[in-house]
């Protein structure tokens, strides 16, 4: 069976659902075949053939009465990351960077209009949102998505916005475009951008693109922690210049890799 969206897209129904179920079991953390149909709002024949279907090809594992996503999303998305030269080069450069500041430190890339989180160098002495590894971050209000739109054209960016919005995360989200659009370009003059507690209250984060071709940003870097430590005089001064080192080496070797 098949839809037609507005876009003129055909989409098959049947995998819609598979997916929506797999997100459901991954929000609530496992859930039974009744409980399923219940909050899937499906008949539970239709549940029960899914769910025995994504067991049968390992995505999802039966564990007593409770169905929950496998181990299988794991492989899958760590081979994914293992493969990407971004993360490969950016790794030990966050390392390094986390140690040298005492902050978290993060690498993304836009996927779908979002910010994906590839790998986080956490220090024991921070603190920030906790989003985990491949959290989809609206790229207005995270450092490292303000950072990758900076490199897009206007034109490009109202795309973006277009289709996901500028929804309101903390009081201090950016929900209008053409403020965004101005602090894109505060971000193309500095250097790197500025998350004021406008993804998760009370944490700030500095974020700078990594570019592999002029106009091309392949991912970004950021520095996050609590905003009471990371104020306006220590960016100028010791982690704006610490990210844009980094930012330049990581340039320096994914062009080598």
Do not use: W
Request: hydrophobic share 35%; glycine share 8%.
């Amino acid at each position: 069976m098949t839809n037609s969206t507005g876009s003129g897209s055909r989409r098959i129904q049947s995998v819609e659902q598979a997916f929506d179920i797999i997100r459901y079991l991954r929000e609530v953390d496992g859930a039974t075949l009744s409980e399923t149909a219940e909050d899937m709002e499906m008949p539970v024949s239709t549940a029960h053939i899914h769910l025995a279907t994504l067991v049968d090809t390992d995505y999802v594992a039966k564990v007593g009465s409770e169905y929950r996503c496998s181990l299988r999303f794991l492989e899958m998305g760590g081979a994914m990351r293992d493969g990407m030269a971004l993360y490969r080069v950016a790794k030990p450069e966050l390392d390094e960077l986390k140690e040298q500041t005492g902050e978290h430190t993060n690498v993304t890339v836009e996927q779908n209009g979002f910010a994906v989180q590839l790998y986080k160098a956490q220090s024991p002495e921070s603190i920030d949102d906790d989003a985990p590894l491949g959290d989809h971050l609206y790229l207005h209000s995270t450092a490292t998505g303000k950072a990758m739109l900076a490199e897009r054209s206007r034109d490009e960016v109202d795309r973006i916005v277009d289709r996901r919005g500028l929804p309101a995360l903390t009081d201090d989200t950016i929900t209008d475009r053409e403020a965004l659009h101005e602090e894109l370009e505060a971000i193309r003059d500095r250097g790197y951008s500025i998350n004021r507690g406008e993804h998760y209250p009370g944490v700030c984060a500095v974020g700078t693109a990594i570019v592999s071709e002029p106009d091309d940003a392949v991912g970004a870097i950021s520095i996050s922690g609590p905003m009471s430590r990371i104020e306006d005089g220590r960016i100028e001064e010791e982690l704006g210049p610490a990210l844009l080192n980094k930012k330049n080496i990581i340039e320096l070797k994914i062009k080598q890799y």
